[in-house]
């Protein structure tokens, strides 16, 4: 995937280094068009920062252990944390873009390591938000077939080995973008842009192994929840359990992880389906869709902390617990300054 700094729309032929083969794919934008793509970016981006600091604080102050001993909410934080470093990274750069219609605004060694750092945060990112989703799927498919075989303290080791193995595979597939991203500098009108493709002569066998990874996540989330509904639909002891607090948190997880995989493929199916077109078979590059695929892509990293407050309980009762300190806090404050 090219998300960002080096968008698939930007490649109609990559073995061409003619300043018209990049021009004449570049958007140009009015003023009032710039405006709405910014305002979106930045609405994007205020959610994002803020809904995840809400989901890494929620587990940071969970002081009875109900969050940091159950597998689900230990992946949902580390999501956070990728979708924070990706709004942080990915959406100010995607603002500039916007405002300058593509180019790079800072040469040299520094805007050279940024070129390199946005594309493999960007593309890091997205990896691990694919892979965690998987880890979920899984297992909420193990939680609703086998409730007995895990204790809490394995669901902790088991989140942390997810953890690492997916950080750390993601980091590895995608360190070669910190090799070939480069500078492309234009003479006729002096222009300079930040690419990985143009530099990296075998991306279509690299970033098709990524694709075919990513159908193949979609195929077994697909599977692994297809059991499930059968499970909960179907199964006489689940429906026996009905008054049961356990089998009522098991429907209630595995509902909140259903809808985080739907929201997941809802932001990122249209750019993966745009970015075979365009770069594989070069058809179906409109502006307007490469704009709205790109900026679901970043606009889901604003979403998961919404699904939490609505399905989660716990969520909720910290989002309260911070409201409620928060208004302490200023309280407190406007005491001192009537005293003084």
């Known amino acids: 995937m090219e998300n960002g700094s080096d ?41 994002s920062v803020m809904g995840n600091l809400f989901v890494i604080y929620a587990i940071k102050r969970d002081y009875r252990g109900k969050l940091r001993r159950r597998f689900t909410y230990l992946m949902i934080t580390s999501i956070a944390v990728s979708d924070l470093l990706m709004a942080v990274v990915s959406v100010p750069e995607r603002i500039t873009r916007v405002l300058s219609a593509d180019e790079w605004m800072l040469a040299g060694s520094l805007g ?3 070129c390199k750092v946005v594309n493999f945060v960007e593309k890091v990112s997205i990896t691990v938000s694919a892979l965690h989703v998987t880890a979920l799927a899984t297992h909420r498919f193990m939680a609703i077939f086998y409730p007995r075989r895990t204790s809490k303290s394995q669901n902790c080791r088991l989140a942390a ?9 993601g980091s590895l597939y995608w360190s070669p973008v910190l090799y070939y991203g480069g500078l492309l500098s234009l003479p006729n009108p002096p222009r300079l842009y930040c690419k990985v493709r143009y530099f990296y002569t075998h991306w279509r066998f690299s970033y098709l192994a990524f694709l075919i990874l990513l159908l193949g996540i979609l195929v077994v989330v697909l599977v692994l929840y297809a059991a499930i509904w059968f499970k909960l639909s179907c199964s006489k002891t ?3 359990e009905s008054i049961s607090i356990a089998a009522e948190m098991r429907r209630k997880t595995t ?27 070069h058809v179906f590059c409109n502006h307007i869709f490469t704009f709205i695929s790109i900026y679901l892509t970043h606009a889901s990293v604003a979403v998961n902390p919404i699904i939490c407050l609505i399905f989660s309980r716990h969520y909720r009762d910290a989002l309260r617990e911070l409201l409620t300190s928060s208004s302490s806090s200023q309280a407190v404050i406007r005491q001192k300054r009537t005293k003084l």
């Open 7 to 47: 968008s698939y729309f930007t490649h109609k032929n990559d073995s061409l280094g003619s300043n018209e083969t990049i021009l004449d794919a570049l958007p140009y934008d009015s003023r009032t068009s710039k405006g709405f793509k910014v305002l979106a970016y930045v609405l994007v981006l205020v959610a």
């Open 112 to 114: 050279l390591v940024l």
């Open 161 to 169: 080995i997810c953890m690492s193995m997916v950080w750390l595979f």
């Open 238 to 240: 689940l429906r026996d």
């Open 255 to 281: 509902a909140m992880v259903a809808v985080i995989v739907a929201s997941f493929y809802c932001c990122f199916l249209p750019y993966w389906i745009g970015w075979i077109l365009c770069s594989y078979q």
